[in-house]
């Protein structure tokens, strides 16, 4: 996924009041993605709409998710783009998984 759609999808997630936005750059240090976009909804309805408006930015740019994820509970969205990975969480569960600090304890190892 081009800088371009990368940059489409995080004001996509803003405009549709995603909260926290994360951008991790695992370039060298993941084998399956380059990019992990991590992003707070307030509900459930919240989390499935913002995983939906991910997906659907990617196909309007021409390119089909690889998978989508957790839409029938809306606590935790994975929409896999191939060079980006974007997780939609509800607030309890991001806290509970922090997959911030894992990433960024990786990225100083």
């Given at each position: 996924?081009?800088?371009?759609?990368?940059?489409?999808?995080?004001?996509?997630?803003d405009?549709?009041?995603?909260?926290?936005?994360?951008?991790?750059?695992?370039?060298?240090?993941?084998?399956?993605?380059?990019?992990?976009?991590?992003?707070?909804?307030?509900?459930?309805?919240?989390?499935?709409?913002?995983?939906?408006?991910?997906?659907?930015e990617?196909?309007?740019?021409?390119?089909?998710?690889?998978?989508?994820?957790?839409?029938?509970?809306?606590?935790?969205?994975?929409?896999?783009?191939?060079?980006?990975?974007?997780?939609?969480?509800?607030?309890?569960?991001?806290?509970?998984?922090?997959?911030?600090?894992?990433?960024?304890?990786?990225?100083?190892?």
């Amino acid at each position: 996924m081009s800088e371009q759609l990368l940059a489409k999808v995080t004001e996509v997630l803003d405009e549709r009041k995603g909260q926290q936005i994360e951008v991790i750059d695992v370039r060298g240090k993941c084998s399956f993605t380059d990019h992990i976009v991590i992003v707070t909804g307030t509900s459930s309805r919240h989390v499935k709409s913002l995983g939906n408006e991910v997906a659907m930015e990617a196909k309007r740019n021409g390119l089909i998710p690889l998978g989508v994820e957790g839409m029938s509970a809306g606590e935790w969205v994975l929409v896999d783009l191939g060079d980006t990975v974007v997780h939609v969480m509800q607030p309890k569960i991001r806290e509970f998984y922090q997959l911030e600090k894992l990433w960024m304890v990786e990225a100083e190892a």
